[in-house]
């Protein structure tokens, strides 16, 4: 079982950047393919980024390629999200996931996802 918690979210404007992180606890964080998702106001939670349990393996939606960069530490059990050039439709609650994984491997699904962050605001302004 592993525990997530995110960090990093806050007010930034049009144009800018933010990173966002994500803890996680015990000894087995290399085995896990990580994703981060985002939920806005009155919409379904969706598929920003992956990453395979290596690091060497990613993945991001259309509207964030070339602007987000989905990142890990296994040795600090930690994921991250580069984010730049924000724009408004950015806004929403940024989670991270995991799931066990036996290979290089990410996954979109949030339903293979086996542990949820509790998120983190992020809020882009015009």
């Known amino acids: 079982q592993v525990q997530l918690v995110e960090s990093g979210g806050g007010l930034v404007q049009a144009g800018g950047s933010l990173r966002l992180s994500c803890a996680a606890s015990?000894?087995?964080?290399?085995?896990?393919?990580m994703g981060w998702f985002r939920q806005a106001p009155g919409k379904e939670r969706e598929f920003v980024a992956a990453?395979?349990?290596?690091?060497?393996?990613?993945y991001y939606t259309d509207s964030v390629k070339g602007r987000f960069t989905i990142s890990r530490d296994n040795a600090k059990n930690t994921l991250y999200l580069q984010m730049n050039s924000l724009n408004p439709e950015d806004t929403a609650v940024y989670y991270c996931?995991?799931?066990?994984?036996?290979?290089?491997?990410?996954?979109?699904?949030?339903?293979?996802?086996?542990?949820w962050g509790q998120g983190t605001q992020v809020t882009v302004s015009s």
């Open positions: 990453i395979g349990r290596g690091g060497d393996t990613t």
């Open positions: 015990g000894r087995t964080f290399s085995s896990y393919a």
């Open positions: 996931a995991a799931r066990p994984a036996s290979d290089s491997r990410y996954y979109t699904s949030r339903y293979v996802y086996n542990y």
